[in-house]
Every structure is written in structure tokens, then in C-alpha cells.
């Protein structure tokens, strides 16, 4: 599908370099500003740098990919050609953040005799390379090697892989549910592997954010730090020789045995960017489009049935309905509730979750006697609600087109898949197939237990969310040793650089740092009740759930009016302020309205807004701020409305793990 309004400007010549005696083995390319150079060198190894008006960024590092028939593409590969272009057009993004994205890049295309191009591109946020097959014939990719040299011993937010392991095999599998260790980078456990994004902090309040994206067929990128030195090196998970059904209620596929390769490739075979970008403040990283830019067109001829929206969900407040004459649980009485809960405040979505279909059988055709899903499936249509349900990996891969076909047939507009837990090249494969067998039959996909985003939701639409996220669903059963504020503030500058979040907000309990207990059935959040609320604003999430039970958002209408009034999808962002771990400002417009919200982390906050986003004209606000006793009453927060001064300038106050919601319109 090619965007419109599209102006492509194409020119190819050769790099202004060739006056120089080395001209043939070192290429320069320049963002659109010219604040941006990559020196790329070809001698018997292919390296770059990177340098941003005058700093060094990336010292030279190696790239290359090994073969199985012993070629390395990057090690004595003999040039054919260089050409350069230039490109500017306008992406129209579908469920995204911004409806229109500028995409403009100077593009450096390296053709090699030994059959691979190598490409650079240079935006005026960072620099992408990837390889790219020009065989005509299916390639096996035994290794790949990306380093990434910093010029001294910088302090980098580090996402390990959670959980404890024996080994660096034993943690390719794992949930991709991370906190973050602020640490130098000659600190790096060399034993744990830790995943993109990573941010690493350089001076003059510069970052890197390493990420990748165009992710197919091929296995994520691990980071790692083996030697204790200055560098990041990358790591992969060798693609799978055996599987046995096993894990989470037997719904897991786990690896026994891998092959001494990572993926098998098709012929012209595209590899994934690396992605090194760079930022000159912290609130850039809030708010970057280099992944989604990165990604492969959409593939769907018609995506107009992908509805995004908000759910009303039941695991974490653990179906937890009262004043009402039947028990709670997971039964047809209770989800009708739901139902009637999300009609009545025009929620677009109620989910089933865990429970629906009989336990550890891992098929989704046999449903629990407690749910009548016809009955529950027509009822929800009367009431202008969707069903979407909840499916385990296996039982879901098992079955594939035959539980699509089955259940879009029923009415039921997608599905959560849960607990893949991999992304070796087998599991990364599934996600592709998944998303396109589930457009064919018109539902929308949320991969929860699953690795970053890369890209695909640009590729397929119709996958509208994506876990990999330190969520709120850890406050059940964690109290105070986690520090969730903090990762709040975090995660927005790194893991969203990446695409949308399924977080999974809306706790209208509300707890202090010294008052939060991890309760599984009366599950509370850190931080305030406004923070809760900027959540549905800073949050990237197309599809975008209310966790608490309809009970407690009945007692607390306010704030139900506001979540469910806040758009999913956006025409326009704004990062206004922010520094890692320690707080964020963001504004989002949606037709005329704009809606502004901030957290901070456990520092009380006094943050200075300038509100000039808005252009001309008189503008009012529904003000949702933290009370007087918010330090010690989480949930204390004061509604009002305020008139936007005209010089533009206000100053929002947070509580300790506080946060400010806005919704903005013109008189």
C-alpha cells in the first residue's frame, strides 16, 4: 500500500569521498540536517561510526553475517557498487500515535560481489543498517555479529532478561517482562543476556537508544557485555531443532534441542535494521518514529474493520464484582456484567481471559460448561460491545485457521495470545503467520507474553498491541520492594521507543510507597489515582484496557467518564518534558481535543508546561490534579476546570508517585 501525498526524490551518483586515496573502501552519509555522519569502512572488515555535531557516538564497529557454506558477509567482501538516494515522503499510519509521519532520509546502498547489498540510512534522529540477500537462492544464517563501541565507560539503562537461569540457553526463554539496572557498561553482567531497547546515556546530556525493526523470519537481538569492556555485542537465539508442549498449563512450546544456525532464509531474503538513534534530550526518545518508519508497508489491501479501542478486562481485579446476586467467577452471569458495564460507558471491547476454555488441554474448542459464548457473543452485539478471547501460544498455533475461521464466524473480534515467551526465528515466524491468517478472517490480534514490537503492526494492522512490559499486572502479588513508579517514568523513554505497550492501567485503588500490598483479589496500584489516569495519555496503546472491576469504577464515575472518553489512537504527539526515571509530560490530539498527562517518580514535582502546542484561540481544560493528601491517600485527587493562560505557561504540583491528566478544548 503506498502512502499518499508521497514526494520520493531519487538521485544516485557516487560518494563525494572518491577525491581522497581511500576513496573506494570508506563512504560517508549525512542526515538531512548534516548533524548526523555514519563513516562506513571497507577494508577486510566492513565497520562504522557514528559521530553528532562533532561527538562521537559509535567508535568504528564490525557488522557482519556468517553463512553456512563459510562466507561472511562483512569479512574480505569485495564491492560492486555504490549508490546513494534521498527520500522524503509522508507515511499515513494506521493506529498509531500520529496520523501522518514524515519520513525523510538520506539512503547509502553498498552491492557486494558475494551476493548481499548492505544498507545505511540516515535519519535526523539516528542511523539504520540492514542486510539484504540479492541471491536467487535460500541462504542459511549460521551467525550474525553487531557491535556497538562507546568511546568511554557510559552508565546504560539495562533490561536483562527476568528471572533466574543457569545458563545463557535457558534464558532465551523468557517473558520479556523487564525492569531496568542503571549501570556503566564495563558493569554488564556478562552471564545475562538483556534486549533492545537499551538506552545509553553519553555526555552533553545526549542518549543512544539501540533497537531494531522489519523483524521477520529471523530471531530477536539479544544485547550482551561479555568482556567487561566499553561495547555492546549482539546475541541470538539459535533457530530450534526440537519443541515439546510443556510450560503454563501446558500451552507452551519449550525448546530441547537447536541447530548450530539461526535462521533459514528465502531467497532475497530481507534482514532487520539496527537501529542506533540518537537524542539531544530525553524527551526525543518519548516520542520517536524510527521503528514504526523502519517496518515494511502494510500488506492488508483494507484495514477499515480494525477497530481500536478501550476493554473492559476481569483477570486483575480478579472478577471482581459485588452487589450483585450471583457469584463472581468465570461463568456466563459475570461476563454478562461486563457486558452491560462496557455498554453502558461506551467501552468498544470485554475480554475473556484465562478460564474460558477448559484448563491444560491446550484447545480452544472446548469451552468450560460455566460460559454459554453464544449467548454471551449475542448479548454483547446487542449491546454494540465486542468479544475478544483470550488464547494460550499452543493452543492457539495448533489450530491456527480452523480456531480463526471458527470463532470470527461466532462474532468474536480477536484475540490476546499469550505466553510465546521466545523469539527464535520459529516463534518470530508464527507472529507473521498469525497476523496475516487472522486478517483473512477480519480479527484484530494482542500479542501478550511476547518479545518487543518491531514493526509488524505497521506490516499487519490488524495487530493492534503488544506486552513486553513490566505491566500493572505486578502489583498483585508484589508490595513495596518493586518500585513501579520509578519503571513508569523509565520504560516510555526505552521500551516505547519500540511501539505500542499492553500495560494494562485504570487501578482505582491507589496506594503510597509505604501503604502498596501486592493482594491478588483486591489488587491495588503505586503511585496516585491521577497517575493511573496520565496513564491512558502517555501510554502507547491502540487497544487499552481498564483493569479495575466494574464495581469500583461505578463508585468512581469522574474518573470512569475520563478513561473512557480518551481516544486509543492519535493524530498528533507532543513530548513536552521528561527525564529518565524521573518524570514525563506528553500532549496527544485527537480531532480538536488534546489531552495532556504527566507523572512524576517518588519526588513530589512542580513541573513548568508550556501549553504553545496549541496554537491561536481561547482554550478551556478538565483539570484532574492530585489532592492535598495525595502523600498519604493515593487515591485523593481534585477535578476542575481551568482556563489555558494566555501566555501559555502553567505549573502542574505531584504528589510523591503523582501524576497530572488534561483534557483540552477551545471555548
Known amino acids: 500500500m503506498r502512502p499518499k501525498n508521497m514526494r520520493i526524490i531519487l538521485t544516485t551518483f557516487l560518494l563525494a569521498l572518491t577525491i581522497c586515496s581511500w576513496a573506494q573502501k570508506r563512504y560517508q552519509l549525512k542526515s538531512p540536517d548534516g548533524k548526523l555522519v555514519a563513516s562506513i569502512s571497507l577494508n577486510d572488515k566492513i565497520s562504522y561510526a557514528i559521530t553528532h555535531q562533532g561527538d562521537t557516538i559509535l567508535k568504528p564497529s564490525v557488522l557482519n553475517m556468517s553463512l553456512d557454506n563459510g562466507t561472511v558477509w562483512g569479512k574480505n567482501s569485495q564491492l560492486k557498487n555504490a ?5 522524503h515522503q509522508q507515511i499515513n499510519a494506521l493506529f498509531y500515535k500520529r496520523n501522518q509521519i514524515d519520513d525523510h532520509y538520506n539512503e547509502l546502498v ?6 548481499f547489498n548492505l544498507i545505511f540510512r540516515a535519519y535526523n534522529e539516528g542511523i539504520a543498517y540492514r542486510f539484504v540477500s540479492t541471491s536467487d537462492k535460500a541462504i542459511t544464517i549460521k551467525n550474525e555479529e553487531a557491535v556497538f563501541n562507546f568511546t568511554k565507560d557510559f552508565n ?3 533490561p536483562y532478561v527476568k528471572g533466574k537461569f543457569k545458563d545463557i540457553e535457558s534464558q532465551y526463554f523468557n517473558s520479556f517482562e523487564n525492569e531496568y539496572t542503571y549501570t556503566p557498561l564495563s558493569k554488564i553482567n556478562a552471564d545475562k543476556l538483556a534486549f533492545s531497547p537499551m538506552v545509553v546515556s553519553l555526555d552533553h546530556g545526549k542518549k543512544v537508544c539501540l533497537a531494531e525493526a522489519d523483524l521477520e523470519s529471523y530471531p530477536g537481538m539479544y544485547l550482551t557485555n561479555t568482556n567487561a569492556s ?3 555485542q549482539s546475541n541470538f537465539a539459535p533457530y530450534p531443532t526440537a519443541t515439546q508442549q510443556g510450560g503454563h498449563n501446558e500451552l507452551q512450546q519449550l525448546v530441547t534441542a537447536r541447530q548450530p544456525y539461526l535462521a533459514k532464509s528465502k531467497a532475497k531474503a530481507q534482514f532487520p535494521w539496527r537501529i542506533v538513534i540518537v537524542s539531544t534530550n530525553d524527551k526525543q526518545l518519548a516520542d520517536n518514529d524510527m521503528v514504526y518508519k523502519l517496518a515494511a508497508p502494510s500488506r492488508l489491501a483494507d484495514a477499515s474493520w480494525v477497530k481500536p479501542g478501550k476493554v473492559a478486562w476481569e483477570w486483575w481485579n480478579h472478577w471482581g464484582i459485588s452487589n450483585v446476586d450471583f457469584e463472581a467467577g468465570i461463568n456466563t452471569e459475570t461476563y454478562q456484567a461486563y457486558i452491560d458495564f462496557a455498554s453502558k460507558n461506551k467501552i468498544e471491547y470485554v475480554i475473556l481471559d484465562e478460564g474460558w476454555a477448559v484448563n491444560k488441554k491446550a484447545d480452544l474448542f472446548q469451552v468450560v460448561p460455566e460460559i454459554d459464548l453464544k449467548k454471551l457473543i449475542a448479548h454483547a452485539k446487542a449491546k454494540n460491545v465486542g468479544i475478544i478471547l483470550w488464547a494460550g501460544y499452543y493452543a492457539f498455533e495448533r489450530d491456527l ?12 473480534k480477536g484475540f490476546k495470545i499469550d505466553f510465546m515467551d521466545r523469539d527464535d526465528q520459529q516463534m518470530v515466524d508464527f507472529h507473521y503467520r498469525a497476523a496475516a491468517i487472522a486478517a483473512k478472517y477480519k480479527l484484530m490480534l494482542d500479542f501478550h507474553g511476547t518479545y518487543k514490537p518491531t514493526g509488524i503492526n505497521r506490516t499487519y494492522p490488524n495487530v493492534i498491541n503488544f506486552e513486553a512490559v513490566h505491566g500493572l499486572e505486578q502489583m ?3 508490595g513495596p520492594e518493586l518500585d513501579q513508579v520509578t519503571y513508569d517514568v523509565t520504560f516510555p523513554f526505552i521500551r516505547m521507543v519500540a511501539g505500542p505497550i499492553d500495560y494494562t492501567q485504570g487501578a482505582m485503588r491507589n496506594a503510597t510507597k509505604r501503604t502498596h500490598r501486592g493482594i491478588n483479589d483486591e489488587p491495588m496500584s503505586q503511585g496516585t489515582r491521577c497517575r493511573q489516569l496520565a496513564q491512558y495519555v502517555i501510554f502507547e496503546s491502540p487497544l487499552n484496557m481498564l483493569c479495575d472491576s466494574p464495581t ?3 463508585k468512581e464515575q469522574e474518573c470512569t467518564d475520563f478513561i473512557s472518553a480518551v481516544p486509543t489512537v492519535w493524530d498528533q504527539t507532543v513530548a513536552l518534558e521528561g527525564e529518565i526515571g524521573k518524570y514525563i509530560a506528553i500532549a496527544r490530539k485527537k480531532a480538536d481535543t488534546w489531552y495532556v498527562g504527566a507523572m512524576t517518580n517518588w519526588d513530589g514535582r512542580q513541573l513548568e508546561i508550556d501549553f504553545s502546542f496549541l496554537g491561536e484561540g481561547n482554550y478551556v481544560a478538565e483539570l484532574y490534579r492530585d489532592g492535598a493528601n495525595a502523600n498519604r491517600i493515593a487515591s485523593d485527587y481534585k477535578k476542575e476546570t481551568i482556563t489555558i493562560p494566555a501566555n501559555r505557561k502553567m505549573s502542574l504540583a505531584m504528589a510523591k508517585g503523582g501524576g497530572v491528566a488534561m483534557k483540552i478544548y477551545k471555548k
Open 83 to 87: 549508490k546513494t538516494n534521498t527520500h
Open 110 to 115: 553498498l552491492s557486494f560481489k558475494e551476493n
Open 156 to 158: 546504560t539503562y539495562v
Open 230 to 232: 566499553t561495547s555492546l
Open 401 to 412: 485457521e480452523k480456531v480463526c475461521k471458527h470463532y470470527s464466524e461466532m462474532g468474536v
Open 476 to 478: 498483585k502479588w508484589t
Open 552 to 554: 469500583n469504577y461505578e
